[in-house]
């Protein structure tokens, strides 16, 4: 691939004004060739700089040679049974990462990558276990969106309704690639913020910064344990930013009204599903009005542990209903296609994951309050 020439697609609407305008007016041509171009980029659906055909051809040869219209190569596609496809796309230097269409309802979530591999190492999470490749670029998270969105009309999905980076990575580790990204998703495609969600698992300046941004876009904490103490054992992040400043950040985000934070989390049998941690959780939920996703564990290699019983994520549902919490349990989607995070460039590159993490089995730390009673 060649990376000499700016990919248009990585620019903000703005920064393609500008550019395109300082390139159209050296070569003498009307200030309107930059809008052509824009629309066969946000709606035309283009793939090249040569299918846009309302410029005449000695344009399009100029424009190819100062820019380029690039986006990853599909690497696998799996279907699942409940109709959840999961993309692994092939990026300059042989980096992979993956994006995931979830067909709910009405609905399609696409859930995008924001860098290859992660860095931050959450002993649950299978893109952790295979280590952290690069950071990925605008253009590399925004034609995951352009290119699974046309995947989606051309296989009978329908259109993508909602975007979620949820997929590699910690987005807000990125946010040099991540909020030009929002941007053009935004302002470019025209996807609403509040259709928009950023998920972190606590990266207290990443979250600052979203927070002073004037779209409404919504943020989804990590959570996994309502305890600083578990947390630790969970999310090495927890020991550089602890719960209790996480909580003061999501409370300055909510600040500015129309805003909404969801908490993830995962129902690790014997770790953190203790009914004795529901009271903490609900009180963290009521602080910041948080709606609340409770998430079986989706098994991954490397690690023993089990996803909760049935009947205690029930249990958690309820108890956080009871206490006035707005909750649901999310249930796995994909298990036979590996659709959970880093799951499938895991089994792709084995090699990403050292030889102590792929052969030794990692034991539940058990929360302070006491190991769970089972249902």
Aim: glycine residues 10%; charged residues 25%.
């Amino acid at each position: 691939m060649t990376t000499d020439r700016p990919n248009l697609l990585g620019l903000t609407p703005e920064e393609l004004s500008d550019a395109l305008g300082v390139h159209f007016r050296e070569r003498g041509e009307p200030a309107f060739r930059s809008r052509q171009v824009a629309r066969w980029l946000y709606e035309g659906d283009v793939r090249s700089v040569g299918d846009m055909t309302d410029l005449p051809l000695s344009e399009r040869k100029a424009l190819s040679g100062a820019f380029r219209v690039e986006e990853p190569e599909i690497d696998t596609v799996s279907i699942s049974r409940d109709g959840t496809a999961k993309h692994l796309w092939k990026l300059s230097g042989g980096e992979v990462v993956e994006s995931v269409l979830i067909p709910t309802g009405r609905r399609l979530t696409l859930c995008i990558s924001s860098q290859a591999g992660c860095a931050l190492a959450c002993r649950f999470c299978a893109t952790g276990w295979s280590g952290f490749g690069r950071q990925l670029s605008p253009a590399e998270i925004v034609t995951q969106y352009r290119a699974s969105a046309r995947w989606a009309l051309e296989n009978g999905l329908g259109a993508v309704s909602n975007v979620v980076f949820m997929g590699m990575g910690e987005p807000l580790a990125n946010r040099k690639a991540v909020f030009p990204a929002l941007t053009i998703l935004n302002r470019g495609y025209g996807l609403g913020a509040r259709r928009i969600t950023v998920s972190t698992v606590g990266v207290l300046p990443g979250i600052k910064a979203l927070a002073e941004r004037r779209e409404q876009f919504r943020l989804a904490l990590s959570l996994h344990a309502p305890t600083s103490e578990l947390r630790r054992e969970l999310i090495p992040l927890e020991k550089r930013y602890p719960l209790d400043q996480l909580m003061t950040a999501l409370e300055e985000f909510i600040r500015g009204g129309g805003r909404r934070v969801t908490f993830e989390y995962t129902m690790i049998r014997g770790v953190n599903d203790d009914l004795a941690l529901l009271p903490r959780l609900a009180d963290l939920a009521t602080r910041v009005r948080a709606f609340v996703n409770l998430i079986p564990l989706n098994p991954i290699p490397y690690v023993d542990w089990k996803p909760s019983p049935r009947g205690r994520v029930r249990a958690f549902e309820a108890g956080l209903e009871a206490a006035g919490v707005a909750a649901a349990v999310r249930e796995p989607r994909g298990r036979d296609i590996e659709a959970a995070c880093g799951q499938l460039r895991a089994a792709r590159r084995p090699d990403r994951a050292g030889p102590e993490r792929r052969l030794r089995g990692v034991s539940a730390p058990h929360s302070r309050s006491g190991p769970s009673a089972p249902l």
